[in-house]
């Protein structure tokens, strides 16, 4: 029997849900357990890349159809993978989970394989090095052999990012799109600057280094500058992209979890990097007060996440539908690195986690996820549907024991930080300037060969 949407709203909500296939119940962790196992099963259904004959950390594509997922979202499924084996113990997927991000690096020894590299954006090479950073922080067992360690290639990541940084345009940040000949490259957002910023964050928390802190407050202060944080009555609104061909002087109006999640990932690191910054600890809660106005509304009891953009109007792409993962996911990191938002974020995740488990009674098995947590089953199912409830469910179990380690902490992921240097890591090329004698030899070899077509056309007509 399916639980009613007016006894999710309940203060009571976490204590059970119960349907078809699926009975949560979230103050169990045996029952959490049992249900993510199931949610993990039917996720990586969708997966073939360990099969003989398919290419490891790939989903179904090329993106021609709405049945198809592109590079980014493999990599964030990995991550949630990672996650879960903190939370439960269960290994099962670990040696897929290593075969995939070991296929996925490039020759510059980073996340940027030639099967990807000429359509990838900032923000897609990003939630790679999420993954890379997660196996870092949570000890996940090594590849080996040739492969770079888990931080290292996490530090490759930053390092050929680096480079993107374009100040020649709206004082900074970097554009979302690494090549210019793909679409979107005018423009510079939030998940592909956040991306970066967390990246650094965690990578000067895991190591130390106060390089990597001084890089994340650059790119915090020139998103700070730009339109797309908008602070009003202490709340932070992270909006999606604003547009360097106008110089930054507007911004697209849409918020989404996953913009959210990554800046509140990034500023946590960096309160606990500062050992408590009360600049960083004031900058976690208007970012917490701006999503729980946005995406924990009261019509659904305020405590269960809603990706208001698309979901009320079912036009949620593949993409949208696992946004909601990371949000949930990285809150609850957020209850360890800040301890004081513990109180207001461990209501939200267990209020969601018992929604999400309410709807999944769809598909074939009678279990598949939707994206409407507040609802029934929305006839929605895939990738990003299972993963956001899996995320969220999983999350409810975060604890001490499962913080993100460091070297400090006993974090063993062997760090490097001139990964990838070396190699032809960087994709802009720097030119000298064009100078008069340059033009000059460029005139006269044109009307050199101007000259010899016309000689060869005038001798073959003779």
Known sequence: MKSSISSLLTPLVGLLSVVNGITLEVSSLDSVKSVTSTLAYDMMTYYSGNQTGQVPGILPGPCASTECYYWWEAGAMFGSLINYWQYTGDTSYNPV????LAFQIGPDENFNPPNQSKNMGVDDQAFWAFTALDAAEANFPEAGGNIPSWIALAQAVFNFQQ????DTTCGGGMRWQVYQFNPGYNLKNTISNGGNFQIAARLAYYT?????ADWAVKMWDWMASSPLFQTQDGNLYIWDNTDSNNNCTDVAHYAWTYNYGTMLMGAAYMYNYTNGDPT????VMSILNGAEVLFFPKEYGGNVMSEFQCEPAANCNNDQSSFKAYLSRWMAVTTLLVPSTHDMIMPKLTASAAAAAQQCTGGNNGRMCGRRWYATWDSSSG?????????????????PGIAPKSVKTGGTSKEDPNAGNGKDASPIQKQKPITTADKAGAAILTIL????IVGGSIWIIM
């Open 97 to 100: 989970v290593s075969q995939a």
């Open 163 to 166: 480079d993107l940084w374009d």
């Open 208 to 212: 130390g280094n106060q390089t990597y």
């Open 280 to 283: 960083w600890e004031q900058r």
């Open 383 to 399: 990738v990003g549907q299972q993963m956001q409830a899996l995320s969220v469910i999983g999350a409810t179990t975060i604890h």
């Open 449 to 452: 060969g101007v000259s010899i």
